[in-house]
């Protein structure tokens, strides 16, 4: 995975977690996730009511958060990062991240468990794709 993401959460309408990746690093399984999660709504209803738009960057301490919310479904995507990143990047890999799922998850909420299952393991392939190509592995063994 990219280095600079420590985190990937999806969010479903409620502020429950769909989905977390972490990119291990050392003293990290102190992060309480729930916690995260629900802070991220909050702000995200806060932002939306207050300033009419969605939360998209916000730094808390030595990291960045970097958001998303899909309009029509209420899935939020975020990226928890170290605070110096380009934002640019992020957004964009966010972006990525948003639509593969959105192309996967189109009918998730009508799936049942298998279904679910079965969506949420076509995903992560995907995603190690999108955070990990395989060009780049390729490059490493040739050399």
Avoid: W
């Avoid at 192309?103 to 949420?120: C, L, M, P, S, V």
């Avoid at 995903?123 to 999108?130: K, Q, R």
């Amino acid at each position: 995975m990219i280095k600079e993401i420590h985190f990937i959460y999806i969010l479903d309408s409620s502020g429950s977690p769909i989905f977390i990746r972490e990119n291990y690093v050392q003293g990290s399984e102190e992060f309480n996730h729930s916690l995260l999660s629900g802070f991220i709504s909050a702000l995200q209803s806060f932002a939306t009511q207050f300033g009419g738009e969605e939360l998209k960057i916000a730094d808390l301490g030595n990291k960045t958060i970097f958001a998303r919310v899909c309009k029509d479904t209420g899935f939020q995507f975020i990226l928890v990062t170290e605070k110096k990143v380009k934002h640019e990047k992020m957004l964009g890999i966010l972006e990525q991240i948003h639509t593969l799922f959105l192309e996967k998850f189109a009918h998730y909420n009508e799936a049942d468990d298998e279904k679910k299952r079965e969506i949420i393991g076509l995903f992560i392939m995907d995603l190690n794709n999108l955070l990990e190509p395989a060009e780049k592995l390729t490059v490493l063994f040739k050399s």
